[in-house]
Nanobody, 121 residues
């Protein structure tokens, strides 16, 4: 599976963005999927995950209540809706295909190239 992220950009604090992750080769329809992010000089961190059906989701505490992960199987796409953005959300965002857990997520081998999100004050 080859994953391609899009939708990043520059936004003011308090604004919103919606990221998309589509499979350029293969499909994400029946895969557990997640979003991670990596800020400059920091390690990559988990943001949100969804199981293969979209019926179960898990969020990092730092984004809970502000971000929503969703999937559209017809479009073979996974989304990350980001609201009430903060400067601390500035990072490169990556989607990943791995293993969903009720209390976490196990990252898999398939990563996209990332999309930059920059939140200004």
């Amino acid at each position: 599976v080859q994953l391609v992220e899009s939708g990043g950009g520059l936004v003011q604090a308090g604004g919103s963005l919606r990221l998309s992750c589509v499979a350029s080769q293969g499909t994400v329809r029946d895969l557990d999927m997640a979003w991670f992010r990596q800020a400059a000089g920091k390690e990559r961190e988990f943001v949100a995950s969804t199981n293969w059906s979209g019926g179960a989701k898990y969020y990092a505490n730092s984004v809970k209540g502000r971000f929503t992960i969703a999937r559209d199987k017809a479009k073979n796409t996974v989304y990350l809706q980001m609201n009430s953005l903060k400067p601390d959300d500035t990072a490169v965002y990556y989607c990943n295909s791995g293993g969903f857990l009720s209390d976490g997520y196990i990252s898999g081998a398939y990563w996209g190239q990332g999309t930059q999100v920059t939140v200004s004050t």
